[in-house]
Antibody, heavy 119, light 110 residues
Framework: QVQLQESGPGLVKPSETLSLTCAVS?????????WGWIRQPPGKGLEWIGS???????YYNPSLKSRVTISVDTSKNQFSLKVSSVTAADTAVYYC????????????WGQGTPVTVSS | QSALTQPASVSGSPGQSITISCTGT?????????VSWYQQHPGKAPKLIIY???ERPSGVSNRFSGSKSGNTASLTISGLQAEDEADYYC??????????FGTGTTVTVL
C-alpha cells in the first residue's frame, strides 16, 4: 500500500522560506510516477503547486513558479517543497500526492500538514 | 491559469441525483479529456473518485459518474446518500504538464 507523509515546521515567519518533506513508503519513487504538492488555504479550495519526476524534471504552477522549488531524494525515497518569501497568503494545509503521468490524476495523498505564516 | 468554475453548493434529498459542473476553457477542460474529481470530507485529504473524465477507480461506488461537453465537465451522484455530504473538486490538465483545480462545491444532503 502506497503511503505518503508530510513533515515540516508548522509555523514560518513572513519573508522566510517554507520547507516541507514528503516521505513515501510502499513504493519506490525511482520506479516511476510523478509526485506533486497541493495546498489548501483555510476554508478555501485546492491549488496545485507543482510536480516532479524521479529524474528531477519539475513543473510548477505559473502563479507560484518564481518562489517554489521541488526536489527529489531517491536515496531517502522522499521529495521536498520550498516556498520562498512567504506571506500570510501562503498559510494553508499542504498535501503531497502521487501523480499518474499522462492521465494526470492524483491517486494517493498524504494526510496533509498545516503551515501558518505569522510573526 | 485561472481556477475552473464550480457552483459553490449543491443540495439534494436522499435517493435523488445531483450534478456538479466544472467549467474551464479551451485551454484546459475543452482541449483534454483529462478531468479528475476528488471528494473531501472535513479535515480529511481529498479522495479520487473519477479520472480521465469518466473512469472510476477500483472501490469507488458506481453512483459516481463523470462526463464532459465542450469546456464543461460534470460529476453526477445518483442515489444520493448521507455519506456523500462533502466538498467536491474537479481538476484538469492544462497543457505543458500543468494542472488546475476547480473552485470546489459543497454537497449537502437534505
Amino acid at each position: 500500500q502506497v503511503q505518503l507523509q508530510e513533515s515540516g515546521p508548522g509555523l514560518v515567519k513572513p519573508s522566510e522560506t517554507l520547507s516541507l518533506t514528503c516521505a513515501v513508503s510502499g513504493y519506490s519513487i525511482s520506479s516511476g510516477y510523478y509526485w506533486g504538492w497541493i495546498r489548501q488555504p483555510p476554508g478555501k479550495g485546492l491549488e496545485w503547486i507543482g510536480s516532479i519526476y524521479h529524474s528531477g524534471s519539475t513543473y510548477y504552477n505559473p502563479s507560484l513558479k518564481s518562489r517554489v522549488t521541488i526536489s527529489v531524494d531517491t536515496s531517502k525515497n522522499q521529495f521536498s517543497l520550498k516556498v520562498s518569501s512567504v506571506t500570510a497568503a501562503d498559510t494553508a494545509v499542504y498535501y503531497c500526492a502521487r501523480l499518474v503521468y499522462a492521465i494526470y490524476y492524483f491517486d494517493y495523498w498524504g494526510q496533509g500538514t498545516p503551515v501558518t505564516v505569522s510573526s | 491559469q485561472s481556477a475552473l468554475t464550480q457552483p459553490a453548493s449543491v443540495s439534494g434529498s436522499p435517493g435523488q441525483s445531483i450534478t456538479i459542473s466544472c467549467t474551464g476553457t479551451s485551454s484546459d477542460v475543452g482541449s483534454y479529456n483529462l478531468v479528475s474529481w476528488y471528494q473531501q470530507h472535513p479535515g480529511k485529504a481529498p479522495k479520487l473518485i473519477i479520472y480521465e473524465g469518466t473512469e472510476r477507480p477500483s472501490g469507488v461506488s458506481n453512483r459516481f459518474s463523470g462526463s464532459k461537453s465542450g469546456n464543461t465537465a460534470s460529476l453526477t451522484i445518483s442515489g444520493l446518500q448521507a455519506e456523500d455530504e462533502a466538498d467536491y473538486y474537479c481538476c484538469s490538465y492544462a497543457g505543458s504538464s500543468t494542472l488546475v483545480f476547480g473552485t470546489g462545491t459543497t454537497v449537502t444532503v437534505l
